[in-house]
Nanobody, 118 residues
Framework: QVQLVESGGGLVQAGGSLRLSCAAS????????MAWYRQVLGNERELVAA????????NYADSVKGRFTISRDNAKNTVYLQMNSLKPDDTAVYYC???????????WGQGTQVTVSS
């Protein structure tokens, strides 16, 4: 079955770094646009970063441009989010998403908590 398993979240001080990973299985990873979203309790889930199937194009939320980098390894069926210069406002649950092939092929991970202390 389809699985997206995030890891790498945790508690970090402001200015620090974390690297999130999302390991995918159960579908053809290289055919999917991959993305990271985040959500703060009570708020809507927001797009953080996305990457095309080959990794040739990326896009980022304005709030993370220049600090976060999304990448993927199609041989390992894994997508990453390198987060540098973290701020308390980055505190959220981060979710991995596979999509781009229509609503019936839209998959989510269980989320990983990122907490940035000031």
């Amino acid at each position: 079955q389809v699985q997206l398993v995030e890891s790498g979240g945790g508690l970090v001080q402001a200015g620090g770094s974390l690297r999130l990973s999302c390991a995918a299985s159960g579908f053809t990873f290289s055919s999917y646009v991959m993305a990271w979203y985040r959500q703060v309790l009570g708020n809507e889930r927001e797009l953080v970063a996305a990457i095309t199937t080959s990794g040739g194009r990326t896009n980022y939320a304005d709030s993370v441009k220049g600090r976060f980098t999304i990448s993927r390894d199609n041989a390992k069926n894994t997508v990453y989010l390198q987060m540098n210069s973290l701020k308390p406002d980055d505190t959220a649950v981060y979710y991995c998403n596979a999509g781009g092939l229509g609503p019936e092929y839209d998959y989510w991970g269980q989320g990983t908590q990122v907490t940035v202390s000031s």
